[in-house]
C-alpha cells in the first residue's frame, strides 16, 4: 500500500479495529496466503512452479485490472492453492487460523464458503475436509468467541453430477451446513443452467445465495434470473443491479442481501468498486463488505479493508456501523442471536457517539 492509499484518521481507525463485525462473503480457499500455501505444500509434498515464496506471490499480481480473462487468471491461482489442502488437518488449520484473525479484528461472525467439488475430485473425501473445519469452527467458537456457519459452494464451471454428488456427500452434516451457494466462471454457466440443483437444495433446506460476479455478460439479467428460477434470499456481488432501476426496487423491497466486495490488489491505486457501493447504499439496498478471498488481494481481512473503503466511498462511522447491522440482520442465524450482535453494535456505535460527530 502506498502513502497516497486513500485511509482514514488514526481516531477513525480504532473505531473501525473496535466495531462488532460480520462477514458473509469468505472462501475459506482464498484465505490460504502466499506462506501458508508453501508451508503446506512443503508438508503435503506438493511442487509448486515457483522458487520461492516471493515468487510465488509475484505471479499473484494478475498485469492489469479488469481485463478481459482476469476471471479465468485468479481462478487458476485459487485452484492452485486447492492443491495443498490434502488431510483434515490443513482444513482445520485454514479455518481456526482465520478464527483466530477474526478474534484480533473483532469479526464476531462469519459465514464461510467452501468448494467441495475440487476436493472431492482430487480424492478428499467430504468427512475428512469437513470434520476439520467443523472442528475449527468449533474451537474458534468456544476459545476465541467467534461465530460461524458454513456455506457450500458449487463451481458452475465443473460438470452438473459432480455438483450433485457434492450436494449427497454433504447429506450426513446437513444439520452443520447452513447454506447452499455458486461460484467460479460465470460465463457459458447462467444461473438457468442450475435451476434443478437449486430445487434440490431448497427442498433440502438450505438457505440459498449465489454468486452474480462483477461486470460478467448478461449480469442484470442474472440477477433476476438468480431471484426468480434459483429462489436465492441473497446475492453475492450483485452491484450491476444499479444500472436496472425496477431490479433495484425489486431488491430493496425484498430486503435482498448483496454481499459486496471492495477489494484490491497490488496494482490497484484504490480499493475498487466502492463507487458503486456508495450507490448502492445510497439506494438504500441491504449491501454489506466483505474480503472474499483475503489470502489473494492485498486488501487482506475486514481489518485491512474497512479503513480505506471507508475513506474512498466518503462513509462517515455511523454508515460503516450500519453496513455490519445490515450483515448481522442478513445472516442466517437463529433471530434472537441476530437481535443480539445488532443491539452489541448500536450500543457500540452509541458508546462512541461524541467522537462519531467530529469524525463525520
Ligand atoms: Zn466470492
Given amino acids: 500500500m502506498t502513502s497516497s492509499f486513500p485511509n482514514v484518521s488514526p481516531a477513525y481507525r480504532d473505531f473501525l479495529a473496535a466495531l462488532p463485525k460480520a462477514e458473509l462473503h ?16 512443503g508438508r503435503n509434498g506438493v511442487s509448486l512452479p515457483y522458487a520461492s515464496i516471493d515468487e510465488m506471490r509475484a505471479a499473484q499480481n494478475f498485469e492489469a485490472p479488469d481485463a478481459p480473462g482476469y476471471l479465468k487468471k485468479f481462478i487458476q491461482h485459487y485452484n492452485e492453492g486447492m492443491l495443498v489442502l490434502r488431510t483434515e488437518r490443513d482444513f482445520y488449520d485454514i479455518t481456526l487460523s482465520h478464527l483466530a484473525r477474526c478474534r484480533d479484528e473483532t469479526v464476531r461472525y462469519v459465514e464461510i464458503m467452501f468448494d467441495p467439488q475440487p476436493h472431492l475430485m482430487r480424492g478428499v473425501p467430504f468427512e475428512a475436509f469437513f470434520a476439520g473445519m467443523d472442528e475449527a469452527r468449533r474451537v474458534g467458537a468456544r476459545d476465541y468467541g467467534v461465530e460461524s456457519n458454513f456455506i457450500l459452494c458449487i463451481n458452475r464451471d465443473l460438470p452438473l453430477d459432480t455438483a450433485h454428488q457434492a450436494l ?37 433446506g438450505y438457505r440459498l445465495t449465489a454468486h452474480c460476479d462483477v461486470d460478467q455478460r448478461d449480469a442484470v439479467g442474472h440477477i433476476h434470473d438468480c431471484l426468480n428460477l ?15 432501476p425496477a431490479l433495484v426496487d425489486v431488491l430493496r423491497e425484498r430486503k435482498i442481501c448483496l454481499t459486496a466486495c471492495p477489494t484490491w ?28 478471498d483475503p489470502g489473494l488481494f492485498l486488501s487482506g481481512t475486514l481489518g485491512t479493508l474497512l479503513p480505506p473503503v471507508a475513506a474512498t466511498g466518503n462513509f462517515a462511522p ?15 442465524l437463529p433471530a434472537d442471536r441476530r437481535t443480539r450482535y445488532v443491539e452489541e453494535v448500536r450500543m457500540f456505535a452509541d458508546s462512541q457517539a461524541s467522537s462519531l460527530s467530529s469524525l463525520s
Fill in 230 to 244: 434459483l429462489k436465492v434470499e441473497r446475492i453475492d456481488h450483485g452491484i450491476n443491479c444499479i444500472e436496472d
Fill in 265 to 292: 490488489r497490488p496494482i490497484d491505486a484504490m480499493p475498487r468498486r466502492v463507487d458503486r457501493i456508495r450507490t448502492m447504499y445510497d439506494l438504500g439496498l441491504k449491501v454489506t463488505l466483505n474480503t472474499d
Fill in 318 to 332: 455511523a454508515d460503516m456501523a450500519a453496513f455490519m447491522i445490515n450483515a448481522f440482520e442478513a445472516a442466517w
Fill in 168 to 204: 449427497g456427500a454433504a447429506a450426513p452434516f446437513r444439520d452443520r451446513i447452513v447454506g447452499f451457494g455458486l461460484d467460479s466462471v460465470e460465463d457459458g454457466n447462467p444461473p438457468a443452467k442450475f435451476t434443478g440443483l437449486y430445487d434440490r437444495a431448497r427442498s433440502e
Fill in 26 to 41: 469468505l472462501h475459506i480457499e482464498g484465505t490460504l496466503t502466499p506462506e501458508m500455501k508453501w508451508q503446506l505444500a
